[in-house]
């Protein structure tokens, strides 16, 4: 035990030597344990593969020099596996078929996955495999253009320009001023870390320190990050508000403090977390919420940081809190932020600010503030003191400045509306601002300067013998909406961010008095098969057709309720991408190994056959308007709106979740069964029993085939799949319990398997209470775990609060082997089916860092023995990687025909 602690501690004092600043742990010889890889990792032959057949049975032996993985498959003439034979670590403890010990004899019966005899054998190929591995394949779903959420923040400089988003996770990447994708910034190079100063680490058990990715708790865990934020639930205010450039470090203004980034990639020597921008909304005893500001400018000595534009929303009125004045901050965070410029009230005066939007500083160090419901830019000295006002100009909501010439640009849209019931005053309001750019002289000795040009954000194009016609129209609105002018490109563009579920990204060029656009990036991503909008809630559920080799990335779609209406058919081989719709909107969907399509909606299940789109009718199905035999499940509830939970196992039996209404475990006697409204079903509640779902088990001909097979397993956001044999395997939302304490943080829950019917939860907080208590320690936070073959505790759920909206997926081959995000690790852990580590594939890393990499995966799917294909959230992508392995062996049964043994 005292080894093991000293051993994390080295590795903790090793890294703080590099400058990285460490949460240490230390963990119990359960942990340790649990997340230990168990294979040994020599992968040798000590005996050949040897074959010796008997009518139908073929004998395969063979001998390893250690205890390390071993896969066995029946493979055709065009090496397409036709039985998995099994897989697994050997040694003491080997999962069926091996026997225990190094040296192995598998009796094979001639038959391939689905029961059926091989007609010839002569065809046949015994392959033994030694010690998986994987190595990254290519980018499947995804494309440096898409934008990849909304927040947006853009900045430019002499490098590029610079744009943020988020969408329950973070993203800084790094363009050239033509638009071109160069690299990503956040998040950050693997080969960077040791150059992010106070980078806070975790230890795990059993491996190295790993960034510290931040979750919320409650309702609030939606956003994974390493920033300085933290998720509010329904966006009141911003997690990230103004990001600054100056000299190479970006500032993202965080509603938690500052995070420096440096355009290189590091953080330039100053520390990642920052200190806080953020300013209590109101005054004396109303004050709420703290939010940092939207806007901010550096003063022209580095001595300051303005910030202005602080707001967050009370209940569903956009805006409904202002505060009406420009902070002042020491730029090395020595004290907080404190008003400078106006009040808490608004006002018209020269010392008055009314819903101010912006700030910008020129060389002098005079400060211009977009003051948008007065109607003008006010400028200010350097001290604060009244210098002159640019009016009159309706609606200025942005106000940027040239470095090189102080000129002064001005666009104006529409920032606040008013109830367009109230009357036709407030209809009036509400389109009284025009969306405009304008460009002023500089302020140099005088108080005054003139109008130079004037651009409208109509776009017009001039077509050949035609009049010019209008091609595009901006929709800006509100504080959402981004317009920054990069003064580093030559001729002069500007970058356009159009707020929604997806921010819009446009790129514009000021040509003489006219405004070209000059890309469309959600335009030019659409040509290539994506779609206009983002995965909500950062679902991304993955299914594999093994027959016609296609991905389906399926991301749910807000306006269906978090179901989906469509999917990306992504071809593994060419990595083509086609956005096809489906027959009827899903909560979920999967495949079995003769690639039939099955889909859950609600109380029903479908089948179909993806090339045509004709149904594929179940024997013992019933009949419905438009569809000729589907499955009704007992009992209702989207399994990806709420509950989650549908698996498709390889032979084509189903497993699925269902809220059955009929079920009351808050009354009567401890043992109780209640009927529901059919008669069809009775659900049985024991002492302890946790929630109203139940888990049944339908078989490839439409019959109910096992009932309420993991009794009180809860809500399966983490997914549900059943293997060849019949195994379930669930990932419960719970934190797994190791050594007495609770591992894991928000994000991750215990994936469980279990034999058919032999699974239930024991809860503490069950409406039908306990009168004992199992002897025990807790398995999983709260809960005790009976009938499970294997618990594993660190496997993605999305969240485990009682906000159900972030899923994750694991992934089980014909092998029987767990494929599992683990979010604390960064990494995919392979278990073999007694759930020993195999080996763990991946770490951390950006989408530019070379290998297999990843930040924040949440779903897995995979082709057994090919490929896995992971859903990189934190990265914006789907990227596949190919499986092979250390050593192996062949040996084809048509020499076993004709010579008997082989050689």
Known sequence: MKLILTKVLFSILLTCSTAVFLCAETFGPEAINEFKIKRAQIFEFTQKLKLTRKGDDVTISFAVKAACDVAVAIEDSQGKILRHLGAGILGEDPPEPFQKGLSQKIIWDGKDNFGKYVKDLATCTVRVSLGLKAAFEKNLHYNPLRSLGNDTSIACDKDGVYIYQSNMNDYVRHFDHEGNYVKTIYPFSASKLKSIKNLKMRAVPGGKPVPN???????????????????????????????????????????????????????????????????????????????????????????????????????????????????????????????????????????????????????????????????????????????????????????????????????????????????????????????????????????VCKIIKKWSFDIYNKKRGHANRLVHTFKLSGMQSRFVIDFHSKPLRAWVSQPGMLDKLYLLELQGDKMI????????????????????????????????????????????????????????????????????????????????????????????????????????????????????????????????????????????????????????????????????????????????????????????????????????TGGLQMDMQGNVYAVIR????????????????????????????????????????????????????????????????????????????????????AFVCEQERYSIAVLDPKGRVIDRIGHFGNVDDPGITMFDAQFIQGHTDKRIFVADNGNGRVFSATLNYHKTARVSLKDVLNKGDAP
Not at 787 to 796: D, K
Request: one cysteine or more; hydrophobic letters at 30%; aromatic letters at 12%.
């Open 213 to 447: 990715k931040t979750r919320a708790k409650g309702e609030e865990t939606s956003t994974v990050t390493l920033l300085s934020t933290k998720p509010l639930l329904y966006k009141k205010a911003y997690q990230v508000g103004a990001m600054v450039l100056r000299d190479g470090l970006l500032s993202l203004h965080g509603n938690q403090g500052i995070s420096r980034l440096g355009t290189d990639g590091t953080t330039k020597g100053q520390p990642f977390h920052g200190p806080s921008s953020l300013m209590a909304i109101g005054k004396g005893k109303k004050k709420k919420q703290s939010c940092p500001p939207y806007e901010a400018a550096y003063s022209s000595d580095d001595k300051w940081i303005y910030g202005t534009q602080y707001f967050w929303m009370g209940g569903w009125a956009p805006y409904s809190k202002w505060p009406h004045y420009l902070t002042r901050q020491p730029s090395d965070g020595s004290k907080p932020p404190e008003i400078f410029i106006g009040k808490h009230d608004k006002g018209n005066s020269n010392e008055q600010l009314n819903n101010p939007t912006s700030v910008a500083v020129d060389r002098k160090g005079r400060i211009y503030i977009s003051d948008w419901y007065n109607d003008r830019v006010q400028v200010f000295s350097a001290d604060g003191v009244y210098f002159t006002s640019i009016k009159p100009i309706t609606g200025p909501a942005k106000v940027m400045l040239d470095p090189k010439t102080d000129e002064i640009y001005v666009a104006t849209w529409q920032v606040s509306t008013k109830d367009p019931y109230g009357g036709k005053a407030n209809r009036a309001f509400n389109k009284r601002c025009k969306q405009t750019l304008l460009k002023y002289s500089a302020l140099k000795s005088g108080k």
């Open 517 to 716: 656009l000059k890309r469309n990036f959600n335009k030019e991503i659409e040509k290539e098969g994506y779609s206009k909008s983002i995965p909500y809630f950062q679902r991304r559920y993955l299914h594999y057709d093994p027959v016609r080799e296609k991905l389906y990335v399926a991301e749910m779609n807000q306006k269906e309720v978090k179901h989906y209406n469509q999917v990306f058919s992504i071809d593994v081989k060419s990595g083509a991408v086609k956005l096809m719709r489906l027959p009827h909107t899903v909560a979920d969907s999967g495949f079995d190994a003769k690639g039939r399509y099955y889909m859950r909606s609600g109380s029903t299940i479908i089948r179909y056959n993806p090339t045509t789109w004709k149904e594929i009718p179940y024997d013992y199905g019933e009949s419905r308007k438009k569809v000729i035999s589907l499955i009704p499940t007992i009992g209702g509830g989207a399994s990806s709106d709420k509950y989650g939970g549908f698996g498709v196992s390889p032979l084509g039996d189903t497993v699925v979740a269902c809220v059955w209404k009929g079920s009351d475990t808050s009354r009567g006697s401890k043992e109780k069964k209640r009927q529901d409204f059919k008669g069809r079903w009775t659900a049985k509640v024991y002492p302890g029993r946790p929630g109203g779902l139940y888990v049944h088990v339908y078989d490839t001909y439409g019959n109910l085939k096992q009932e309420d097979v993991v009794k009180g397993g809860g809500t399966f």
């Open 734 to 817: 719970k934190n797994r319990i190791l050594d007495g304490k609770v591992y894991g943080n928000s994000g991750t829950g215990t994936l469980a398997k279990f034999k058919p019917g032999k699974g239930r939860l024991i809860s503490t907080r069950s409406r039908t209470p306990l009168d004992t208590k199992p002897s025990r320690p807790q398995d999983v936070s709260g809960a005790w775990i009976e009938g499970a073959e294997y618990l594993y505790g660190e496997s993605a759920i999305g969240s485990n609060s009682h906000c159900w909206c972030r899923h994750g997926q694991f992934f089980v081959d014909y092998y029987g082997r």
